[in-house]
């Protein structure tokens, strides 16, 4: 930080919800006490520091559709526990010490380019490379688990934009993006519309189902909206189109448009 005058800072270090959920302990030290270090560090320098929140920052007890920025957050995930901290350690600092702390609760973020780092929300990124591969999948959630999604230009723009917005326009410090919620029967038909053949089975993983089954099914992200002219450019159509372009479906998907 200081060798390179950093002054803008995006945290990103995690384990994701399921990974976390089969090693609290090391959940703990990367989640809890590594944040803990990124904000002394932050706070000391004076930084502009970002922290990607989730919706894994909801429970069970939490308003599931839509769920608004403020409302019950209890999650029964060490993942969830871990970004509410973040989302109150982070704005407990703004308030106390100044702290330009900026964080956004991201949906499901979808991806050509890397694999799924263990999430609950990772058979939507695998389900593409499947389908392109041998037009079959094992989906690990049940057929009508809808959940929120997002295509990951969208997730950068709202990081980019949040992050060099006017203090002024920032009426909150913690806002909850959207850009689409879809279920994985409804994934499967839009996929189905370029690749006829594709047959997917459903084994549901009882640890990723309960957490998702706990999880917003759609997020109302309103303030960001108004606060700093949050808009999402992409939808389930062209999300899919996107990703089978993307990870190299593009004769299969021209034949079939
Ligand atoms: N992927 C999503 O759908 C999603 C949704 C909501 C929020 N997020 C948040 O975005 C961030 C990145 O998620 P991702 O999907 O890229 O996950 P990922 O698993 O692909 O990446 C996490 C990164 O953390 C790093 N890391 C783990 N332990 C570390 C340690 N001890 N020290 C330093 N680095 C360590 C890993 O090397 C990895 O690069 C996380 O904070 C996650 O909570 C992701």
Same mark, same amino acid.
């Given at each position: 930080?200081?060798?390179?005058?950093?002054?803008?800072?995006? %945290?990103?270090?995690?384990?994701?919800?399921?990974?976390?959920?089969?090693?609290?302990?090391?959940?703990?030290?990367?989640?809890?006490?590594?944040?803990?270090?990124?904000?002394?560090?932050?706070?000391?320098?004076?930084?502009?520091?970002?922290?990607?929140?989730?919706?894994?920052?909801?429970?069970?007890?939490?308003?599931?559709?839509?769920?608004?920025?403020? /409302?019950?957050?209890?999650?029964?995930?060490?993942?969830? $526990?871990?970004? $509410? %901290?973040?989302?109150?350690?982070?704005?407990?600092? %703004?308030?106390?010490?100044?702290?330009?702390?900026?964080? *956004?609760?991201?949906?499901?973020?979808?991806?050509?380019?890397?694999?799924?780092?263990?999430?609950?929300?990772?058979?939507?990124?695998?389900?593409?490379?499947?389908?392109?591969?041998?037009?079959?999948?094992? /989906?690990?959630?049940? &057929?009508?688990?809808?959940?929120?999604?997002?295509?990951?230009?969208? /997730?950068?723009?709202?990081?980019?934009?949040?992050?060099?917005? &006017?203090?002024? +326009?920032?009426?909150?410090?913690?806002?909850?993006? +959207?850009?689409?919620?879809?279920? &994985?029967?409804?994934?499967?038909?839009?996929?189905?519309?370029?690749?006829?053949?594709?047959?997917?089975?459903?084994?549901?993983?009882? $640890?990723?189902?309960?957490?998702?089954?706990?999880? &917003?099914?759609?997020?109302?992200?309103?303030?960001?909206?108004?606060?700093?002219?949050?808009? %999402?450019?992409?939808?389930?159509?062209? *999300?899919?189109?996107?990703?089978?372009?993307?990870?190299?479906?593009? +004769?299969?998907?021209?034949?079939?448009?």
């Amino acid at each position: 930080v200081v060798n390179n005058r950093i002054t803008w800072l995006f %945290h990103y270090s995690a384990l994701l919800s399921a990974v976390a959920e089969a090693n609290v302990p090391l959940a703990r030290a990367v989640n809890i006490t590594g944040f803990h270090n990124i904000l002394d560090i932050a706070a000391e320098h004076n930084l502009r520091l970002f922290v990607p929140s989730t919706i894994g920052a909801f429970g069970p007890t939490s308003p599931r559709n839509p769920t608004p920025d403020l /409302c019950i957050q209890r999650p029964r995930t060490i993942y969830g $526990v871990s970004k $509410v %901290h973040a989302e109150l350690m982070g704005e407990y600092y %703004h308030y106390k010490y100044g702290l330009d702390f900026r964080c *956004l609760r991201y949906p499901g973020i979808i991806s050509a380019d890397s694999q799924p780092g263990g999430g609950t929300t990772d058979y939507a990124v695998q389900i593409f490379h499947d389908a392109i591969k041998s037009s079959k999948f094992q /989906c690990n959630l049940k &057929p009508d688990t809808r959940l929120p999604m997002m295509y990951i230009d969208d /997730c950068l723009k709202a990081t980019l934009d949040v992050m060099e917005a &006017p203090t002024t +326009s920032l009426s909150m410090r913690t806002y909850n993006i +959207s850009a689409m919620s879809f279920s &994985p029967e409804e994934l499967v038909q839009e996929i189905k519309k370029h690749i006829p053949e594709f047959q997917v089975t459903y084994n549901v993983d009882p $640890v990723r189902q309960a957490i998702a089954d706990s999880w &917003p099914m759609k997020f109302d992200d309103s303030n960001a909206r108004r606060d700093w002219g949050w808009k %999402h450019d992409m939808d389930l159509s062209e *999300l899919v189109t996107t990703m089978l372009n993307a990870i190299g479906s593009d +004769s299969r998907v021209a034949q079939t448009n």
